[in-house]
């Protein structure tokens, strides 16, 4: 059977049969792969060098929308929802300053002892304290209202919850 000639075909299919049972050679290193290509490349000369990014492009609106939100921008306007959540956003952290200012305050005046019995001390903070929460309360029913409005989970607001604004202060909730 060794003396018939064999056609090309099988020696072919047989090289490489035997190439599958022989180890492969090392994998590539993939970093190396890298910068072999970062090398090949002409970074003094890419379009756009030295320029912003233009990251403005949204590629999951339409192109209407697309074209309705560059022209809002364009004339300095936003959308109702965007333009409402920064005023939450504003009034949040104007409620904060403003409660830190009285636990300031409060701590400064207590810690003096100016005055005996200390109880228009302890009656002014939690005149402010009430003043806070009634905010929150405010500032919660604008939140529930734009979450309503805003047109995807990723950009709704969580609720202002008292006890932890006063546990960032460092102050029990009662």
């Not at 004339?75 to 333009?83: R, V």
């Not at 005023?87 to 952290?93: L, P, S, T, V």
């Not at 409660?99 to 019995?117: F, S, V």
Request: glycine fraction near 4%; charge should be negative; charged fraction near 35%.
């Amino acid at each position: 059977m060794d003396d018939q000639p064999t056609s090309p075909r099988k020696d072919e299919a047989r090289r490489r049969y035997r190439e599958m049972d022989e180890p492969q050679a090392e994998p590539r290193n993939w970093q190396s792969l890298i910068e072999e290509q970062i090398a090949r490349l002409d970074l003094d000369n890419l379009p756009g060098k030295g320029k912003p990014l233009d990251l403005s492009a949204n590629p999951f609106v339409t192109p209407d929308e697309a074209m309705a939100q560059r022209l809002l921008k364009n004339a300095g306007f936003t959308l109702p929802w965007i333009d409402e959540g920064r005023q939450i956003d504003a009034e949040i952290e104007a409620a904060r300053r403003k409660l830190q200012q009285a636990h300031d305050e409060y701590l400064t005046l207590r810690d003096a002892q100016i005055c005996a019995g200390h109880q228009w001390v302890e009656g002014a903070w939690q005149a402010a304290l009430r003043e806070f929460r009634q905010e929150v309360d405010r500032i919660n029913r604008r939140i529930r209202d734009y979450n309503l409005k805003a047109p995807s989970l990723s950009v709704h607001k969580f609720s202002v919850r008292v006890d932890e604004e006063l546990a960032r202060l460092g102050v029990a909730s009662e």
